[in-house]
């Protein structure tokens, strides 16, 4: 049992290195967000920057400033931005579509790659866009292709030469599990099979080297600890070893080698570029680049230790103080193994993260049973984590509720 009260949290804010980076958000005062995993909060300069955008920019070039103002460009310069944050050397992230449908077209990609093998390997637990998505690849696609789905620990073991790619999760978007990228890459390079890796649930948040882990595909979520607003377009990446050969099937204007000569026929681009199709969405694309442009200002050693430490605190009051409610810790007890967000369960969960929204603290249900709390350290706070921490202990002392109305 810890004595610590309040002011230990306090004093933890007053130290804190990354603190002033929560004034460059525009949050209300009488709320929490303990979901900016789920959707980050708004950078201030994301409104001046759209309003530039607008006012400025496509007021005054109209159709020029696609050249004038570099927005053709758009979906690769801060696609190299994002690089930068994830390990990625230059030319080989861009930014365009939702996850889902760049991991679709990745997906393709690698099935193409890797003509003669069927399996499409998976985790069972993964995010439900994911396995519907590799599902309707198989289904509508590649026919030939068969989905796999085993437990994320069994990966290794099902590994053989009939896998053509594996799907999985950096961090589990439930639990905050971090599966490890490099071991798995590196197992499944030995059965000459590609890893495709969804990182939305860690970019800008849990450190990545992309290059260095020998990855070869991965996609990831502009609006969550990126900053990048509503539907903010997501990215994804190609390694150098594949962009050579590697061929997507929305096969657009944009993915051209020379879209604006207007050829009947249709080249890929050389570099990343073949891996777009269509017109980026200019608006959401300059707020995802204010997003990113601040998360990368912040020293990422410093951001994995705060969120580190945010993630234990909460881990450590909640078992002092709401385990005795029921409520357990569903999220890996080592912090190496843990990305920035904590789930809890509860059979009340629902009921439990209603109250908690009614008294300002912003948590999310995970049916049947899951509280999850994103701990987004650029603008959650050590206190926060206390208060939430002691909301939810008064919630469930107070009103225990009747069990029936729960989740079995
Ligand atoms: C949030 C999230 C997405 C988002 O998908 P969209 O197609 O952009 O809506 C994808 N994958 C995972 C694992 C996520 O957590």
């Not at 777009?276 to 969405?281: A, D, I, L, N, S």
């Not at 912090?335 to 789930?343: E, F, M, S």
Request: hydrophobic share 40%; glycine share 8%; proline share 7%.
């Amino acid at each position: 049992m810890t004595t610590r009260g309040r002011p230990f949290y306090e004093a933890l804010d007053a130290q804190d290195e990354l603190a002033a980076f929560r004034d460059e958000f525009d949050l209300p005062d009488d709320r929490v967000f303990l979901n900016g995993n789920s959707l980050g909060a708004p950078p201030k300069s994301t409104w001046d920057r759209l309003s530039r955008t607008v006012r400025q920019e496509w007021h005054q070039d109209m159709n020029a400033a696609w050249w004038t103002h570099g927005w053709l460009d758009l979906p690769t310069t801060v696609g190299d931005r994002i690089g930068h944050l994830v390990g990625a050397a230059p030319g080989q992230v861009v930014v365009g579509e939702s996850t889902s449908v760049n991991l679709f077209k990745l997906l393709c990609g690698a099935l193409q790659l890797q003509s003669g093998r069927r399996t499409v390997l998976t985790d069972h637990d993964n995010f439900p866009s994911d396995l519907y998505i590799a599902d309707g690849v198989a289904h509508h696609v590649h026919p030939g292709a068969q989905v796999t789905r085993v437990d994320a620990d069994t990966i290794p073991d099902a590994l053989d030469e009939d896998v053509a790619v594996v799907v999985l999760s950096h961090v589990d978007y439930r639990t905050g599990r971090i599966l490890p990228m490099n071991e798995i890459n590196k197992r499944a390079h030995a059965v000459g099979s590609l890893v495709l890796w969804d990182l939305s649930h860690s970019a800008g948040v849990v450190p990545l080297a992309l290059d260095t882990d020998d990855t070869d595909l991965a996609v990831g979520c502009g609006y969550k600890y990126l900053n990048g607003g509503p539907g903010a377009p997501g990215y994804l990446y190609v390694s150098t070893r594949l962009l050579p050969d590697i061929q997507q099937p929305i096969t657009g204007w944009l993915g051209h080698a020379a879209p604006f000569s207007f050829e009947a026929d249709y080249r890929p681009a050389p570099g990343i570029g073949r891996l777009t199709t269509g017109c980026p969405p200019l608006l959401s694309l300059v707020a995802l680049d204010e997003g990113i442009s601040l998360t990368a200002r912040a020293d990422p050693a410093l951001v994995r230790a705060k969120s580190s430490a945010l993630t234990e605190l909460f881990i450590e009051l909640a078992g002092e103080r709401l385990a005795p409610h029921g409520c357990s810790v569903l999220s890996p007890r080592t912090p190496a193994h843990r990305g920035g967000h904590v789930a809890l369960r509860h059979r009340a969960a629902r009921r439990l993260v209603e109250r908690l929204a009614t008294e300002g603290y912003m948590a999310e249900l995970r049916v049947p049973d899951l509280l999850r709390f994103g701990l987004s350290p650029l603008f959650v706070r050590y206190v926060d984590v206390w208060d939430s921490v002691t909301a939810l202990e008064r919630i469930l002392a107070d009103a225990p509720g009747d069990p029936a109305e729960d989740q079995p």
